[in-house]
C-alpha cells in the first residue's frame, strides 16, 4: 500500500467501521469513496483488484481471433479470443518498451503487431517476432530471450458468458466466488444463452462512481417514483429484498410479465424450469461491479466499467434460452426489449448522478438506510468497507 491510500483509509476509518454496524445504526460510506481519485485508485487495487472483477462478456469477442481493449480506471487490458476459440486476458502492453498493444476492437488472423517496433505475439501470449533486435536484417540477439518476454497473462474465468478477472492473482477460487450464485440459479442452464445480437447491446454513460450504480440496482424501493411503467407490472409490493453477504445482493420480482408489442410472452421460455421461474425474475449484483437480470425467457448482464471515480460505463448485453427466441422473426420483439431495458436504465440515470452530485456535499456523511428497503444495499457497504478496513489489519 502507498503512503497516499494508507492515509486515505486512515482518514476513513472512523466512517468504514460505522458501515458494519447493524443496519438500524449503520451509515453508508463516506463521500471520499464517491468522489477521491486517491480513494479510486486505492479501490482499483485494493477491493476491484482482488476480487473477481466483471470486464465483459465473451459475446464481446464472438469469434477466433475477435481483440478488444478494455480499461478499468486506467488500466490497459486485452480481452481476445484465441484461435482456439479460447478467452484469455493480457495487460495491454508491449514488453519491449511499454507501448499500449491494442487501441481499438479488431480481429487477427493469430498474432498481435506492437505498432512501435513490430514486435509481434501469438494470441497465446508468445512472443513471435522481434524484428532487427539484434540489429538491421536480424530477429534475434545473443542473450536476449523471447520465451520470456510475452504478453502479461491476467487470471480469468467466463461465468453465464461474463468474463472476470483477478488482477492481483490471489483471490480465491473462482468456483468458490460463483458458487452461492451458480446456487441459486441452478435451474438455469448457461450453455442455452444465445445472445440477441447487435440489437441487444447498449451502452449508458453516467456521470456516477461505479458502487452508485450498483447501490440503486439492489433495491426496488425507488420503482414507484422513478419506474413508473416498469411499476404497472412488476410492482413494488411484489418484490423481495436478496442478500447473500460477501457474495451478492439485489431483489426478486414475483410477478415480471411486460406486454412487448402486445405480447405478454413474447419469447420461449428456458425449458424445464420449476414453476416459480414463470412470470417471476431476480436482479443480483454480482459483487463488485456486474448486475444480472433472470427471468424464464432473457437473461441479461450489465458490466459496470469504472472509468473514473465519477464516471462508469454500463455495458447491457441480453441473451435469451431458447434458440427461436434469437431468430429473424422476433427480431422486432428484441428490439422491443432492448428498448425497453434503455428505457429503465436511462429512467434511472437522474438518480444515480443526483446522487454523485450529492456527496460533493460535507453534510452528507453516508446517510442512514431503511432498515426494511436498503437492506441488499447495506449488504454491498459492508463489503465493500470490510475489503477496506482489512487492508489495516494486513
Ligand atoms: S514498444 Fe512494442 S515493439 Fe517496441
Ligand atoms: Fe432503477
Known amino acids: 500500500m502507498t503512503p497516499l491510500s494508507f492515509d486515505m483509509i486512515e482518514k476513513n476509518i472512523g466512517a468504514l467501521r460505522l458501515v458494519d454496524q447493524p443496519i438500524e445504526t449503520a451509515a453508508g460510506l463516506p463521500n471520499d469513496a464517491y468522489t477521491s481519485s486517491a480513494f479510486a485508485a486505492l479501490e482499483r487495487d485494493a477491493v476491484l483488484g482482488r476480487s473477481w472483477t466483471c470486464i465483459g462478456v465473451g459475446h464481446q469477442v464472438a469469434n477466433p481471433g475477435d481483440v478488444r481493449p478494455v480499461t478499468l480506471l486506467g488500466l490497459p487490458l486485452i480481452l481476445l479470443r484465441d484461435m482456439d476459440g479460447e478467452i484469455r486476458v493480457f495487460h495491454n502492453v508491449c514488453s519491449h518498451r511499454g507501448m499500449e498493444l491494442v487501441t481499438a476492437p479488431c480481429r487477427s488472423k493469430g498474432t498481435l503487431r506492437c505498432p512501435y517496433h513490430s514486435w509481434t505475439y501469438?494470441?497465446?501470449?508468445?512472443?513471435?517476432?522481434?524484428?532487427?533486435?539484434?540489429?538491421?536484417?536480424?530477429?534475434?540477439?545473443?542473450?536476449?530471450?523471447?520465451?520470456?518476454?510475452?504478453?502479461?497473462?491476467?487470471?480469468?474465468?467466463?461465468?453465464?458468458?461474463?468474463?472476470?478477472?483477478?488482477?492481483?492473482?490471489?483471490?480465491?477460487?473462482?468456483?468458490?466466488?460463483?458458487?452461492?450464485?451458480?446456487?441459486?440459479?441452478?435451474?438455469?442452464?448457461?450453455?442455452?444463452?444465445?445472445?440477441?445480437?447487435?440489437?441487444?447491446?447498449?451502452?449508458?454513460?453516467?456521470?456516477?462512481?461505479?458502487?452508485?450504480?450498483?447501490?440503486?440496482?439492489?433495491?426496488?424501493y425507488h420503482l414507484p417514483w422513478i419506474h413508473p411503467g416498469l411499476n404497472s407490472y412488476s410492482r413494488l409490493e411484489d418484490h423481495y429484498n436478496i442478500e447473500c453477504d460477501g457474495h451478492f445482493a439485489g431483489q426478486g420480482s414475483l410477478a415480471y410479465r411486460p406486454a412487448l408489442n402486445g405480447n405478454a410472452d413474447p419469447f420461449p421460455a428456458h425449458p424445464g424450469l420449476p414453476d416459480q421461474w414463470i412470470g417471476a425474475a431476480e436482479y443480483i449484483a454480482l459483487f463488485p461491479n456486474v448486475l444480472f437480470g433472470i427471468h424464464a425467457d432473457h437473461f441479461y448482464t450489465v458490466c459496470l466499467q469504472p472509468v473514473t471515480v465519477s464516471r462508469t460505463i454500463e455495458h447491457f448485453e441480453i441473451y435469451y434460452f431458447d434458440e427461436e427466441a434469437a431468430d429473424a422473426d422476433h427480431g422486432k420483439l428484441?428490439?422491443?426489449?432492448?428498448?425497453?431495458?434503455?428505457?429503465?436504465?436511462?429512467?434511472?440515470?437522474?438518480?444515480?448522478?443526483?446522487?454523485?452530485?450529492?456527496?460533493?456535499?460535507?453534510?452528507?456523511?453516508?446517510g442512514v438506510f431503511s432498515p426494511v428497503m436498503d437492506r441488499p444495499t447495506h449488504c454491498f457497504h459492508k463489503w465493500v468497507a470490510s475489503k477496506l478496513t482489512a487492508l489495516t489489519n494486513a
Not at 178 to 200: K, T
Open 334 to 366: 428484441r428490439q422491443a426489449n432492448a428498448a425497453q431495458w434503455l428505457g429503465v436504465f436511462e429512467e434511472d440515470r437522474g438518480v444515480v448522478e443526483g446522487m454523485q452530485r450529492g456527496r460533493a456535499s460535507p453534510a452528507f456523511r453516508g
Open 122 to 220: 501469438h494470441l497465446n501470449g508468445d512472443l513471435r517476432a522481434t524484428p532487427f533486435v539484434g540489429g538491421p536484417g536480424t530477429t534475434d540477439c545473443g542473450g536476449f530471450d523471447k520465451a520470456r518476454h510475452g504478453l502479461k497473462p491476467v487470471r480469468s474465468a467466463v461465468w453465464f458468458d461474463a468474463v472476470f478477472v483477478n488482477l492481483s492473482g490471489d483471490a480465491p477460487d473462482f468456483a468458490e466466488f460463483i458458487a452461492p450464485l451458480a446456487e441459486r440459479w441452478r435451474d438455469f442452464d448457461a450453455s442455452r444463452l444465445r445472445h440477441g445480437g447487435e440489437d441487444s447491446r447498449f451502452q449508458v454513460d453516467v456521470a456516477c462512481n461505479w458502487k452508485l450504480a450498483v447501490e440503486n440496482y439492489c433495491e426496488a
